[in-house]
């Protein structure tokens, strides 16, 4: 049974910092690309960060120089650091894992920034 699980989601003050975290089992991990997804109310989710299973990361615009992915196949971990954050990151947040035509979610952690 494939399972993500998240973690680290909760409310930050404007410009403060969080890492997410996601646990995955179930799958050889090492050989599947991560992202990080984000879901505001009212909101199209939306990628985030990718991390491919060669290590190479793209970023949306609006996190770039804020957020970092990094994944550990070895511990079949992937992880996001946020610093300056702002309103405007508040959502759930998901990890995601894919590889060909499998996809794989987690259940969403939630991310409030305050103002």
């Known amino acids: 049974q494939v399972q993500l699980v998240e973690s680290g989601g909760g409310l930050v003050q404007s410009g403060g910092s969080l890492r997410l975290s996601c646990a995955v089992s179930g799958i050889t991990f090492r050989m599947y690309d991560g992202a990080w997804y984000r879901q505001a109310p009212g909101k199209q989710r939306e990628l985030v960060a990718r991390?491919?299973?060669?290590?190479?990361?793209t970023y949306v615009d609006s996190v770039k120089g804020r957020f970092t992915v990094s994944r550990d196949n070895a511990k079949k971990t992937m992880s996001l650091q946020m610093n300056s954050l702002k309103s405007e990151d508040t959502a759930v947040y998901y990890c995601?894992?894919?590889?060909?035509?499998?996809?794989?979610w987690g259940q969403g952690t939630q991310v409030t920034v305050s103002s």
């Open positions: 995601n894992t894919e590889r060909l035509s499998l996809v794989y």
């Open positions: 991390i491919k299973s060669d290590g190479s990361t």
